[in-house]
């Protein structure tokens, strides 16, 4: 409101705090759920590069189909991912009774020994911890430092673990005791607080060159059905994915390397997606392989991946067929993986160098790490499946391994869906996520023209931005984009019911699948 000036002097106007600055939206971080041997189980955990994911859970792994794909990855291109470790109780047993156990005294195997440390998670991991107890630097200075009457009651701890490929990983805790007097210092509180490889478990009574070895570790069974969906509501398998603020890909590998993600598992997981503003990437089912093999690849069916409802199938892909690449852990043996890992890095290199409105696919997605196709399909059987939304993946003398198919599972010609291609949807959910984080600040703000107004600019500055880089098509930014905040879309009964509402239109660019050119021929003239 302009101010009215009527006496000389100094006047006073407050005004209203500008919207802040706009916060940036990640498009390419990628969700992994299964099976590792080592590391917190049903907790999500943020890891920027492979090192992260060896140093906490182990490396590749045999039984863990995610540790190749999360290999794959950041191999692919990906720069960061959140990793969730799922473990099911072999038949007997419970979690915490698969947690390796470490007595120390100067019998470590003693019934009786006065300490006793757990391995931080499940795993037969554990049984390759060790530990010692020393009193090197404690005197009764240091004690008088740290507030301590007693210096025999304080000693130094050192705990290591050698991973199966040699490496050491040690930690070492100083001056710490078993006295409950002194709680800053006292041992069960520092390895809860600064311990990555053990636990406090019980005992009362400790003394220098005590020592003890891991052991009683299980691994985990073969996944369930059950372990992978978990509960919504303890936020454990798939849910324990809601203790992370968001993600944008998420990848469920096949619990078995050569086996298949269970159907309802992908369901559930497309289901949760669309909660999340994410897209599942899903590994083609095993039987796709064999009915190539016996020449009746027109018997794939998307069928064969469950009963996906319309937004669940936008927000999901699938790519054929599987990947062959060299396995470490056999000698460099060529064998036959999942592809959601090297897919979903494609995805997010793809992201960094075009945006998420390019669509990951074509001579430039060549994908890393791969030794070749199990199958290699010809232009016609390519023909078959890309009508029915399944990506190929081909292998061209020029280019290498690539991906060939830009397509979510509502990419069926036959459906005609708006959301029919991977860049189109993952576009809508990169608007969608972006406005619901930058219009926070308009809650509880007075519901009139002023915030109306100030909306409009914000999000219309944000369109034309995408206009200006190419996500939009349109020759100018009114045949690209709209945006609408006004009394046409918020009326009395909105304003009386505290709601403000925004209209965002956008053209969006969609592939060039099929590039057809019309050539004519005209004869010479003498």
């Known amino acids: ?41 049903d907790t ?90 020393d009193a090197t630097g404690v005197t009764e200075e240091t004690a008088r430092g740290l507030g301590v009457s007693d210096p025999a009651s304080l000693f130094n701890l050192t705990v290591a673990y050698e991973a199966p490929n040699g490496a050491v990983r040690s930690e070492r805790f100083a001056n710490v005791t078993l006295d409950p007097a002194y709680p800053a210092l006292l041992l069960r509180h520092v390895l809860a607080e600064q311990s990555q490889l053990v636990t406090w478990s019980s005992g009362g009574a400790v003394a220098a060159g005590a020592s003890g070895q891991g052991q009683g570790g299980r ?48 369901q559930a997981a497309a289901e949760y997606c669309v909660t999340r503003n994410a897209m599942l990437i899903i590994d083609p089912p095993t039987r796709w392989q ?55 890095g494609l995805w997010a290199q793809t992201d960094v160098q075009s945006g998420v409105w390019k669509a990951p696919a074509g001579l430039s997605a060549a994908l890393n790490g791969v ?21 190929c993946l081909r292998t061209f003398p020029i280019g290498g391994t690539v991906i060939w198919g830009a397509r979510t599972l509502r990419g069926a010609d036959v459906l005609g869906d708006d959301y029919a291609y991977i860049p189109v949807r993952r576009l809508m959910l990169y608007l969608t996520e972006w406005t619901l984080q930058n219009t926070k600040w308009a809650a509880f703000q007075p519901n009139d023209e002023a915030l109306w107004a100030a909306l409009r600019s914000q999000v219309s500055s944000f369109m034309n931005d995408l206009w200006r880089q190419g996500a939009l098509f349109g020759s100018a930014s009114n045949q690209a984009w709209f945006v609408t905040c006004d009394a046409t879309t918020t009326s009395l009964a909105d304003i009386e019911a505290g709601r403000v509402n925004i209209q965002i239109g956008f053209a969006p660019v969609r592939p060039a699948e099929f590039v057809i050119l019309n050539l004519q021929q005209t004869a010479g003239q003498g």
Not at 80 to 94: H, I, K, M, T, W
Not at 291 to 304: I, N, P, W
């Open 1 to 41: 409101m302009a101010l009215t000036v009527s006496y000389p002097g100094v006047y006073v106007q407050e005004i209203g705090a500008p919207p802040p600055p706009d916060a940036g939206v990640t498009t390419s971080l990628a969700a992994f759920v299964g099976r590792a041997p080592m590391g917190p189980v």
């Open 44 to 133: 999500p955990v943020t890891l920027n590069s492979w090192g992260d994911y060896h140093r906490v859970f182990g490396g590749l792994d045999g039984d863990s189909s995610m540790s190749y794909q999360v290999n794959a990855f950041f191999e692919n291109g990906g720069s960061q991912a959140v990793c969730v470790r799922l473990f099911e109780p072999p038949a007997g047993g419970d979690m915490d009774g698969c947690c390796a156990t470490m007595p120390l005294g100067p019998d470590a195997a003693g019934e009786n020994a006065p300490l006793v440390l757990a391995a931080a998670s499940p795993g037969s991991w554990g049984d390759r911890l060790s530990a010692t107890v």
């Open 219 to 266: 691994d985990s069974a073969p996944l369930s059905i059950g372990a992978w969906l978990g509960d919504p509501v303890r936020k454990t398998g798939l849910y324990a994915l809601d203790q992370t603020p968001g993600f944008n890909i998420l990848c469920i590998p096949p619990d078995d390397i050569d086996g298949d993600t269970p159907p309802v598992v992908y």
């Open 290 to 344: 064999a009915d190539y093999a016996r020449g009746e690849l027109q018997a794939v069916s998307m069928a064969d991946l469950g009963a996906f409802g319309v937004e669940a199938g936008r927000s999901s892909a699938v790519y054929f067929p599987r990947v062959q690449a060299a396995d470490p852990l056999r000698n460099g043996q060529v064998r036959t993986f999942p592809n959601s890992g090297y897919t979903a």
């Open 371 to 391: 030794a070749g196709l199990p199958v290699v399909l010809t232009d016609a059987e390519n023909g078959l499946l890309n009508p029915l939304g399944v990506n």
